[in-house]
């Protein structure tokens, strides 16, 4: 499974925080499953075979769409921020 670097992490939650501290907003958590997903989509590219990392990308997007769906339904504003930021389809 691929990991997500550590500065990687630090970088993301730093820009897409609301405030200082802030790891636990929605933005983050959305921009960090969107990371994931990327090293995810990559690394089946390269392994079309591993079906278990398969069936956990599919587990990380669903989470992402949850989170993108309560955000919608609570700040439209902060919803569309985040997509446009990220270049979500939606």
Known sequence: MVSTNLNDKKKIISEFATKNGDTGSPEVQIALLSHKIENLVSHL????KDNHSRRGLLGVISKRRRLLTFL???AEDRYEDIVNKL???K
Not at 45 to 48: L, S
Request: charged share 40%.
């Open 45 to 48: 590219k390269i392994n079309p």
């Open 87 to 89: 270049k979500l389809n």
């Open 72 to 74: 919608q339904k609570k």
